[in-house]
């Protein structure tokens, strides 16, 4: 089952302007990583944040994480045509057999308009 | 450059006939994943791999095996292809286990069924 929600699930900014996604999720997490997937392409890792931080930042992209409210926010800063993605929060948990694995939530499509 | 390959892009099969997809790496990962994305879906595990030990989601249908002769491949076997199983297949590897690490995605295979 689909650990996280994301909102809003379309999104559609002119370009310049900042995005922001938000992502809750319903059980306690080890961590949360964001990946963005281009059009029926596979997914791309943007950020890692681990349970016990509360921001980070790459680059145009500023995560947050409030493990008291179950949810993520993940901001992109001027943002570009090449932005135009599904974004997608996933929580992680560590495997028995080992490995990580990765519930995705519902995923936000990005459209950045020129 | 390091990466995950799977082949083929785009495989059409017919009703009830076996299609076995493949996904190599030259990362070296010890573990490997096999995702369904079904359309405007989260990707959802199907198994994964910590070198030759196998690990089924307990969701996962019977009709979808998965075989790892060596660290590099990996290949998703559907026995038996129901319409309902027509999806991108997305494979994954990580580093470790005990820890949480991103995931590298191949490109994904479109998989029809007719």
């Known amino acids: 089952s689909q650990q996280g929600e994301e909102d809003p699930q379309a999104l559609s900014i002119q370009e310049g302007e900042n995005a922001t996604m938000n992502c809750s999720y319903k059980?306690?997490?080890?961590?949360l990583q964001w990946y963005r997937q281009n059009s029926g392409r596979g997914l791309v890792h943007l950020i890692l944040i681990r349970s016990n931080e509360r921001e980070k930042h790459s680059g145009r992209l500023r995560v947050t994480l409030d493990t008291s409210k179950k949810s993520s926010s993940l901001l992109i800063t001027a943002s570009r045509a090449a932005d135009t993605a599904s974004y997608f929060c996933a929580t992680d948990a560590i495997l028995t057999g080992g490995g990580n694995k990765l519930t995705f939530g519902t995923g936000t499509q990005l459209k950045v308009e020129l | 450059d390091a990466m995950v390959i799977q082949n083929p892009r785009y495989q059409v099969t017919q009703f009830g006939k076996p299609v076995t997809l493949s996904c190599s790496q030259t990362l070296n990962h010890n573990v490997m994943y096999w995702y369904q994305q079904k359309s405007s879906q989260a990707p959802k595990l199907l198994f994964h791999?910590?070198?030759?030990?196998?690990?089924n989601e307990a969701d996962t249908p019977d009709n979808f095996q998965s075989r790892r002769p060596n660290t590099s491949f990996c290949f998703l076997d559907i026995r038996s292809p129901g319409l309902g199983d027509a999806a991108m297949y997305l494979c994954a590897t990580s580093r470790d286990r005990a820890a949480s690490y991103e995931q590298y995605f191949g490109p994904g295979t479109r998989l029809t069924v007719t």
């Open positions: 791999y910590y070198d030759k030990d196998f690990n």
């Open positions: 059980t306690s997490i080890n961590n």
